[in-house]
């Protein structure tokens, strides 16, 4: 067994150095509103892993599904928000074995933190709209839609981050069973509510 | 002068700052030649054309190639930060950036020691970064649709991704939901909200609710958020108050977008071919 297992810790760039000071004071305030240390507060049952952007959290959230984990991405608590944050929450006792698998994918977070408030769920409500030959899933911010003949994407609209108009150019056009996925190639938390209608769309799709 | 500010869907679109203009439905920005589609160059390509017909001076476009990892953005964030003082605007438009509120700050903090006070619009990841900041009542202009009401609404949501109570579609709750996002202060002076029924709101109130002509395949279709913003803005930098431009713009869009004779598969460019023929029209009517 290989112990400890380290998070990141050098060559920051700068938005991983904002990063980080986000964490101190998050750490910090942990402190002050609990008045428990960090060696008392590894009690507590639920820990999130905090990662630099969401590319990371998908592609470490993809690594840990594969390996049968149940995790939940969550939204950040406000001491770390910077405005396009993922965080995976993790039962605390499963951290070790978690971050291995993480390191052995070189996925490792920056930090890990226990829970120490209600973190923010994200939106899970989809919405179906039928054009007739045209089907349209709506989750949160994002909306793809497919002609129901060919299964054919034909639109992809909603969202505001940088990855939707790429995201959009890769997989409209595309058949549904062999599009990229925005898992795969999505950055932000766009791309995740985008991933989000896409598997809704194939569940609708699936005979 | 105005001037927008977006990003590009390409990894290897170097950061660019010059007039934009348009030939044969393609961009071209200093060197670089950008595909109208989705996105910023959506809303540039229709500002051009409302320009086209109003003989407005052409925007400058400030761009960097992001496709959602934030280097690009953060290249012109920090490009911004330093020269955007140097360009004598009038109208900013601030558009799909990666969201991030410490570089708001920094731009915003940019603009305000410049001594000039430009319009300020925003949309898209912009528009999230400046509600998370708490300065939203620095912008002239926000331009959500009703999910990003939602989270303008809830001062707790750091993305529309997150939003506490978001309904879909219940459109009866916008008027709820515009005068919470006031509440806690996360509107801008302006509010440009896209729905089935759009509506103009200033410093709160309600004054002008458009409807029609209803397309119902417009929802579907990816950028036609974009070019409202585009249209609004231009018609802001023609002369027209912000409250008057975005009713107007309104207007513009459902017509173009009516025009094109959409099914859901229709692109955005094929509104944004409309957009002049759309506003000589609505322009005629007022």
Redesign the interface.
């Known amino acids: 067994m290989r112990f400890p297992i380290k998070t990141k810790s050098s060559n920051w760039n700068s938005a991983e150095g904002r990063k980080l000071s986000f964490l101190k004071r998050f750490k910090e305030s942990l402190v002050r509103s609990t008045g428990l240390s960090n060696k008392k507060r590894v009690f507590r049952d639920r820990a999130i892993l905090i990662f630099n952007n969401t590319s990371e959290v998908i592609r470490a959230e993809s690594v840990l599904k594969a390996k049968g984990w149940q995790l939940k991405v969550m939204g950040p608590p406000p001491e770390i928000q910077s405005g396009c944050d993922l965080v995976i929450e993790i039962p605390l006792i499963e951290k070790l074995n978690i971050l291995r698998v993480l390191e052995e994918s070189n996925n490792l977070p920056l930090d890990t933190a226990p829970v120490s408030s209600t973190l923010l769920k994200p939106v899970d409500i989809y919405q179906i709209k039928d054009f007739g030959d045209y089907l349209m899933v709506r989750a949160a911010n994002m909306k793809l839609t497919i002609d129901k003949r060919t299964k054919v994407i034909v639109n992809i609209s909603g969202g505001g981050c940088p990855d939707v108009p790429y995201l959009a150019g890769e997989m409209v056009g595309r058949h549904l069973d062999e599009s990229p996925t925005p898992r795969d190639i999505g950055h932000t938390l766009c791309g995740y509510a985008l991933q989000l209608a896409y598997e809704e769309m194939r569940r609708k799709c699936t005979p | 002068m105005y001037a927008i500010v977006g990003?590009?869907?390409?990894p290897s679109f170097p950061l660019t700052a010059a007039p934009v203009t348009m030939r044969d439905n393609q961009l071209k920005c200093g060197d670089m030649a950008i595909n109208v589609?989705?996105?910023?160059?959506a809303l540039i390509a229709a500002s051009l054309k409302v320009g086209e017909v109003l003989n407005l001076e052409a925007p400058i476009a400030f761009l960097a190639g992001?496709?959602?990892?934030?280097k690009?953005?953060?290249e012109l964030y920090a490009f911004l930060e330093s020269e955007l003082g140097s360009f004598g605007l009038s109208i900013l438009c601030f558009h799909?950036?990666?969201?991030?509120?410490?570089w708001?700050f920094r731009i915003l903090e940019s603009i305000r020691s410049s001594g000039s006070s430009p319009v300020l619009i925003a949309?898209?990841?912009?528009?999230?970064?400046a509600k998370?900041s708490g300065d939203a009542e620095e912008y002239d202009l926000f331009t959500p649709?009703v999910?990003?009401l939602a989270?303008l609404a809830d001062e707790?949501?750091?993305?529309?991704?997150?939003?506490?109570g978001?309904?879909?579609?219940e459109e009866n709750k916008v008027p709820e939901l515009i005068t919470r996002a006031y509440q806690f202060r996360n509107a801008a002076k302006h509010l440009l909200v896209k729905g089935e029924t759009d509506r103009i709101v200033c410093q709160g109130a309600i004054i002008d609710c458009i409807d029609s002509p209803k397309t119902?395949?417009l929802?579907?279709?990816?950028?036609?958020?974009d070019t409202v913003t585009g249209i609004v803005t231009a018609l802001i930098t023609s002369g027209i108050p912000v409250d008057q431009a975005a009713g107007l713009a309104c207007r513009v869009n459902r017509l173009a977008g009516y025009y094109a004779q959409p099914?859901?598969?229709?692109?955005i460019a094929d509104i944004v071919d409309q957009i002049p023929k759309a506003l000589e029209e609505t322009l005629g009517k007022e």
């Open positions: 990003t590009v869907p390409d589609n989705r996105g910023t160059p992001d496709t959602g990892i934030g690009g953005s953060r799909y950036l990666q969201p991030d509120v410490d708001h949309d898209a990841g912009f528009m999230y970064a998370m649709d999910g990003e989270f707790k949501a750091p993305h529309p991704f997150y939003t506490r978001f309904i879909l579609h119902e395949a929802e579907a279709i990816g950028g036609t958020g099914d859901p598969a229709t692109q």
